[in-house]
């Protein structure tokens, strides 16, 4: 897939879950002086979850096709090299609880034989986001992710994750997200703030005002540095 950047005006789609994870760039974009390089730039707020994602992004590009999709959230981390608070560039995303569990053995559809791990627009079972030439000009961690539609707090499901993809961050959206945009053939980006180590659900140990400051402020220098 091959992006082009080099024409003077171009219409870029927003994605989040809530308005509440992108509420800060929500208000610059109410305010008539910011024209970020007098890009079109529409939001779509999806609701929470694989399914919301997938339904509504795809009902939104029927009629129209945007030049660039961003996807901007909050989501955990497993990583100790990914800090709370910190906003991260997900390289490649994947469905990380779609399979079967036996005896407490996860096998996902690939590894049962239900599916292709290379049948577009899987990559070895992941879901990889190739726009490199826009990367290049990100200044931020690229790392792996995984999607699930149960958050836990449990060790075991941590760890069974952690074992089968090694991912750096968890979220409910994401893969969704890649799918949609891979099959349609669209230059995309999912950015995530970092709010909470996975397994954490004691909320005062969270970073979600950090992590919600510091990825709006990512989101509006992507939007302002765009051509």
Same mark, same amino acid.
């Given at each position: 897939?091959?992006?082009?950047?080099?024409?003077?005006?171009?219409? $870029?789609?927003? =994605?989040?879950?809530?308005?509440?994870?992108?509420?800060? #760039?929500?208000? *610059? +974009?109410? /305010?008539?002086?910011?024209?970020?390089?007098?890009?079109?730039?529409?939001?779509? $707020?999806?609701? =929470?979850?694989?399914?919301?994602?997938?339904?509504?992004? #795809?009902?939104? *590009? +029927?009629? /129209?096709?945007?030049?660039?999709?961003?996807?901007?959230?909050?989501?955990?981390?497993?990583?100790?090299?990914?800090?709370?608070?910190?906003?991260?560039?997900?390289?490649?995303?994947?469905?990380?609880?779609?399979?079967?569990?036996?005896?407490?053995?996860?096998?996902?559809?690939?590894?049962?034989?239900?599916?292709?791990?290379?049948?577009?627009?899987?990559?070895?079972?992941?879901?990889?986001?190739?726009?490199?030439?826009?990367?290049?000009?990100?200044?931020?961690?690229?790392?792996?992710?995984?999607?699930?539609?149960?958050?836990?707090?449990?060790?075991?499901?941590?760890?069974?994750?952690?074992?089968?993809?090694?991912?750096?961050?968890?979220?409910?959206?994401?893969?969704?997200?890649?799918?949609?945009?891979?099959?349609?053939?669209?230059?995309?980006?999912?950015?995530?703030?970092?709010?909470?180590?996975?397994?954490?659900?004691?909320?005062?140990?969270?970073?979600?005002?950090?992590?919600?400051?510091?990825?709006?402020?990512?989101?509006?220098?992507?939007?302002?540095?765009?051509?």
């Amino acid at each position: 897939m091959k992006c082009k950047y080099d024409f003077c005006q171009m219409y $870029i789609l927003l =994605v989040a879950a809530t308005k509440f994870e992108i509420e800060p #760039t929500l208000l *610059l +974009l109410e /305010k008539p002086q910011n024209k970020f390089n007098n890009h079109n730039i529409e939001v779509l $707020i999806t609701g =929470v979850g694989q399914v919301n994602t997938t339904y509504f992004l #795809t009902q939104n *590009l +029927l009629n /129209k096709k945007p030049g660039l999709v961003i996807q901007a959230g909050i989501a955990g981390t497993f990583s100790k090299q990914v800090l709370l608070g910190q906003t991260v560039l997900i390289k490649q995303d994947t469905f990380g609880d779609t399979g079967m569990e036996e005896k407490q053995h996860f096998t996902t559809l690939f590894d049962a034989g239900f599916a292709k791990k290379n049948d577009y627009p899987f990559n070895d079972g992941w879901l990889v986001n190739d726009t490199t030439k826009l990367f290049d000009k990100l200044s931020l961690h690229a790392v792996k992710g995984i999607t699930i539609n149960k958050i836990s707090d449990s060790l075991f499901q941590r760890q069974q994750l952690v074992q089968h993809f090694n991912p750096a961050t968890e979220s409910m959206e994401g893969a969704a997200f890649h799918y949609v945009c891979l099959q349609q053939k669209l230059c995309f980006i999912q950015i995530r703030g970092i709010s909470n180590t996975v397994g954490e659900r004691d909320k005062s140990k969270w970073a979600m005002k950090d992590a919600i400051l510091n990825l709006n402020i990512e989101l509006e220098k992507i939007l302002i540095n765009l051509p």
